[in-house]
């Protein structure tokens, strides 16, 4: 039968702080690997990029050690095994078989499990950074025997390279942060729409040509025709030939009100074809959203002719597709509203209620707004009346257009 050490010897305490100490070193191993393990390259890049200095320099200490994941594992759990093996040989010395077995059962559970892991879970990342020297020590001393065990694994279970989400996905994790209260609606439908758009092309947002508002290059903006062209709201409007439906330019309607005489409402006015115009986006209906909002971003207009996919649509200036029909049109605003997710509700528009209702935008604009239109005429109206700006007066007494044929 084997001896214990007697009591309160010096041995005694030797062999107490051993056994103490692999308790501990084996309740650090198994924190670490809940710890450790639980950290990916990308949360660690989060941190390094959105946290505090003493986050990001922890971070730097850790992620060298996660960079192979399974050579970690092995090494940290060959230690804990190690350690939790040994106690029980320590004990043996000390007390009876069955007070080794009470002692190591309730000292490894409590401070080799619960509590280690409990800490390394809501603390992973400082503890790591702390006990990274001691890692990095480990890992050397238990190369032999982890280095091919680790690769064995990585050759049969693949090396994982850090978790990498999904568009779809990462709108989830949008829904779930704004149901956690940590976003609003409308931070998380840009940010949807943001992942969104790049699937997203021109034919899903465009205005068909039917639903157009255009000119004829040949018509004339007399007072009926330009009145009608500043109740619609739109501030600009396609000059578009009756032959081959293609689009020779965007005329802005604030350039009308150098046109405008509402003293004689009999006069004729120019061509709409004659007035200056701006260059017409030509696209085609598959072009990418994101491709047509450089397109936007780099100032040559607010508005795109769509032509279908089949036809060789110009990148933007301004050249006519020959041949082709213009099947209708895109604008900023419709771009925005598929960014944004939301409809932009404007005086022009007109908006849906809870019976499925259209309200007329004249009504919307009573209730809301003033229109371009009063906006425009108010200013002619004004400048008219300054009769001591004699170029302006002659200038907007130009002539109109008569009505289109």
């Given at each position: 039968m084997r001896k214990m050490i007697e009591a309160g010897s010096s041995e005694f305490w030797i062999q107490v702080f051993v056994a103490a100490a692999l308790v501990l070193f084996g309740g650090l191993m198994s924190g670490l690997t809940l710890g450790l393990l639980s950290l990916e390259e990308i949360d660690l890049?989060?941190?390094k990029r959105a946290?505090?200095?003493?986050e990001q320099r922890m971070a730097g200490q850790v992620e060298p050690l996660i960079k192979n994941q399974h050579l970690l594992l092995v090494t940290l759990l060959l230690c804990n095994a190690a350690a939790m093996e040994a106690l029980p040989l320590i004990l043996d010395d000390l007390v009876s078989p069955i007070v080794a077995v009470i002692i190591s059962v309730t000292a490894v559970l409590a401070f080799g499990e619960i509590i280690p892991q409990a800490v390394c879970k809501s603390?992973?990342?400082?503890?790591?950074?702390?006990?990274?020297?001691?890692?990095?020590?480990?890992?050397?001393?238990?190369?032999?025997?982890?280095?091919?065990?680790?690769?064995?694994?990585?050759k049969l279970l693949g090396h994982d390279g850090g978790r990498i989400y999904r568009?779809?996905?990462?709108?989830?994790?949008l829904d779930i942060h704004k149901d956690m209260g940590q976003l609003t609606d409308?931070?998380?439908?840009?940010?949807?729409?943001?992942?969104?758009?790049?699937?997203?092309?021109?034919?899903?947002?465009?205005?068909?040509?039917?639903?157009?508002?255009?000119?004829?290059?040949?018509?004339?903006?007399?007072?009926?025709?330009?009145?009608?062209l500043l109740d619609s709201g739109h501030s600009r409007i396609p000059i578009v030939r009756d032959d081959d439906c293609s689009c020779m330019g965007v005329l802005l309607v604030k350039t009308l009100i150098r046109h405008v005489n509402y003293h004689d409402v009999t006069a004729p006015g120019p061509l709409a074809s004659s007035?200056?115009?701006?260059?017409?986006?030509?696209?085609?209906?598959?072009?990418?959203?994101?491709?047509?909002?450089?397109?936007?971003?780099?100032?040559?207009?607010?508005?795109?002719?769509?032509?279908?996919?089949?036809?060789?649509?110009?990148?933007?200036?301004?050249?006519?597709?020959?041949?082709t029909k213009i099947i209708g049109i895109v604008t900023l605003?419709?771009?925005?509203?598929e960014l944004i997710k939301h409809e932009i509700v404007d005086?022009?528009?007109?908006?849906?209620?809870?019976?499925?209702?259209?309200?007329?935008?004249?009504?919307?604009?009573?209730?809301?707004?003033?229109?371009?239109?009063?906006?425009?005429?108010?200013a002619t109206r004004a400048t008219m009346s300054r009769r001591q700006l004699p170029r302006v007066t002659s200038s907007l007494s130009k002539p109109l257009l008569a009505e289109s044929p």
């Amino acid at each position: 039968m084997r001896k214990m050490i007697e009591a309160g010897s010096s041995e005694f305490w030797i062999q107490v702080f051993v056994a103490a100490a692999l308790v501990l070193f084996g309740g650090l191993m198994s924190g670490l690997t809940l710890g450790l393990l639980s950290l990916e390259e990308i949360d660690l890049e989060l941190i390094k990029r959105a946290g505090d200095e003493a986050e990001q320099r922890m971070a730097g200490q850790v992620e060298p050690l996660i960079k192979n994941q399974h050579l970690l594992l092995v090494t940290l759990l060959l230690c804990n095994a190690a350690a939790m093996e040994a106690l029980p040989l320590i004990l043996d010395d000390l007390v009876s078989p069955i007070v080794a077995v009470i002692i190591s059962v309730t000292a490894v559970l409590a401070f080799g499990e619960i509590i280690p892991q409990a800490v390394c879970k809501s603390y992973g990342l400082a503890v790591g950074a702390a006990s990274a020297p001691l890692v990095r020590l480990l890992l050397v001393i238990c190369s032999p025997i982890a280095w091919p065990i680790g690769k064995v694994l990585d050759k049969l279970l693949g090396h994982d390279g850090g978790r990498i989400y999904r568009r779809p996905q990462l709108a989830a994790i949008l829904d779930i942060h704004k149901d956690m209260g940590q976003l609003t609606d409308s931070e998380t439908g840009v940010m949807q729409g943001a992942l969104e758009l790049v699937e997203k092309r021109v034919v899903d947002c465009l205005t068909p040509v039917a639903n157009v508002l255009w000119l004829r290059p040949d018509s004339k903006l007399d007072r009926p025709t330009v009145d009608k062209l500043l109740d619609s709201g739109h501030s600009r409007i396609p000059i578009v030939r009756d032959d081959d439906c293609s689009c020779m330019g965007v005329l802005l309607v604030k350039t009308l009100i150098r046109h405008v005489n509402y003293h004689d409402v009999t006069a004729p006015g120019p061509l709409a074809s004659s007035l200056p115009m701006s260059k017409a986006i030509s696209v085609t209906e598959d072009v990418h959203l994101y491709d047509l909002l450089d397109l936007f971003n780099a100032g040559q207009s607010h508005m795109a002719m769509v032509y279908p996919k089949d036809a060789q649509a110009s990148s933007g200036r301004g050249d006519q597709v020959c041949g082709t029909k213009i099947i209708g049109i895109v604008t900023l605003e419709n771009v925005i509203e598929e960014l944004i997710k939301h409809e932009i509700v404007d005086e022009t528009d007109c908006w849906v209620d809870a019976d499925k209702q259209c309200q007329p935008a004249t009504e919307w604009r009573q209730n809301h707004a003033f229109s371009i239109a009063q906006l425009v005429r108010s200013a002619t109206r004004a400048t008219m009346s300054r009769r001591q700006l004699p170029r302006v007066t002659s200038s907007l007494s130009k002539p109109l257009l008569a009505e289109s044929p």
